[in-house]
């Protein structure tokens, strides 16, 4: 259990603030696994929408949605707030709409990631009730009333190219990665048959692949729910030419039981604010594991990347096709 969820549950755990009693509800958004009492434990209603998370309170027993409907029925709403600060924001605006007048909305995060910030934006439009520091968080907690103090926070999106849309917390949220325009400006009508975009976020590169090749079927892979979301939305026009499916995966660990003749990917290489290399090497086990026998592989990573191993291990053989701005491309063949 992360720092800043132990310091969520602290006003209720130490009676400072009451928990709701009974059968009410209790929301949780970006939800993590928390180590509470049997009765929070029952109340919690969670929302995550990275599936790795997802999966992990769906193991440990928890009642648990990529995303919750904005109803005004919970008892309460607890929200650990991340690093984007529209995110939280907009994640704020909406504990407040789906908790009934009379409720509350807690709020939790780390002090190096803007938490003192968020309360100061948050008391300039409600009363703070209470707040408490501790394992290097704050939490802080206001009580619902009937106005609508956060009803100008719309949900934040971020127009690229004059037709794609993103939002807050989408990997290249607002505009495009160069390391994705990079690979995009190799497609061509090679790519045919049965096509996967592992990691497809809000679908920059599949719209590339769907207006440079034939593909007989696209199938999208992310782990972001809103960002997929966000894909099927940006690649809707296509829909009607190329059968176009999504998949909500993770698949640094769940298998992958289709096999394709092509796979492109930008793959992931942060977890968190560190680098983590091992996603990548994750991707490309999958890609591997995904493609016929002569599929193709075509990515793009971080120059320094330390891939080569990943890449001798699953593919036969591996061509690199260019080296550009702090990126490569590659393309391996089962």
């Known amino acids: 259990m992360s720092s800043s969820v132990k310091t969520l549950f602290l006003p209720f755990e130490s009676g400072a603030r009451g928990w709701p009693s009974g059968t009410e509800r209790v929301a949780f958004l970006n939800a993590q696994l928390p180590d509470v009492a049997d009765d929070m434990r029952r ?7 990275h599936r790795a998370g997802f999966l992990h309170l769906q193991r440990a027993g928890f009642a648990v949605k990529p995303e919750l409907p904005d109803l005004d029925v919970c008892a309460g709403c607890l929200v650990l707030a991340g690093k ?4 939280n924001q907009m994640m704020i605006a909406r504990a407040g709409r789906m908790v009934r007048p009379g409720g509350f909305v807690a709020v939790a995060g780390d002090k190096n990631l803007g938490i003192a910030s968020l309360r100061k934006w948050a008391a300039s ?5 209470g707040s408490l520091a501790k394992h290097h968080a704050t939490v802080f907690w206001f009580t619902v009333g009937s106005g609508a103090p956060f009803s100008d926070i719309a949900e934040a999106t971020e ?4 037709r794609f849309q993103t939002a807050p917390g989408m990997f290249s949220s607002g505009k495009v990665d160069p390391g994705s325009a990079l690979l995009a400006s190799h497609f061509d009508k090679r790519i045919s048959g049965q096509v996967a975009d592992f990691g497809c976020g809000w679908g920059f590169l599949s719209a590339r692949l769907l207006e440079a090749a034939k593909p007989e079927r696209l199938a999208l892979y992310e782990a972001h729910w809103p960002s997929l979301r966000a894909a099927e939305r940006n690649l809707e026009a296509f ?11 993770d698949l640094s660990s769940e298998p992958v039981a289709r096999q394709f003749d ?4 930008n793959p992931p290489f942060h977890s968190g604010r560190a680098s983590e290399p091992d996603l990548g090497k994750a ?3 999958a890609a591997s594991r995904a493609l016929k026998p002569n599929g193709r592989l075509l990515m793009v990573a971080n120059r320094k990347l330390p891939y080569e191993q990943a890449l001798a291990q699953g593919f036969r053989r591996v061509v690199p096709i260019v080296e550009a701005d702090g990126f490569k491309v590659v393309e391996a063949v089962r």
């Open 43 to 49: 109340s919690l209603d969670c929302e995550q929408g």
């Open 84 to 87: 984007h600060r529209a995110e």
């Open 125 to 129: 439009r409600v009363e703070i009730a």
């Open 159 to 162: 127009t690229v190219d004059d």
């Open 239 to 249: 829909s009607r030419d190329v059968a176009i499916e999504a998949n909500w995966f």
């Open 262 to 265: 092509w796979i492109v990917m």
């Open 283 to 285: 991707f490309i086990a």
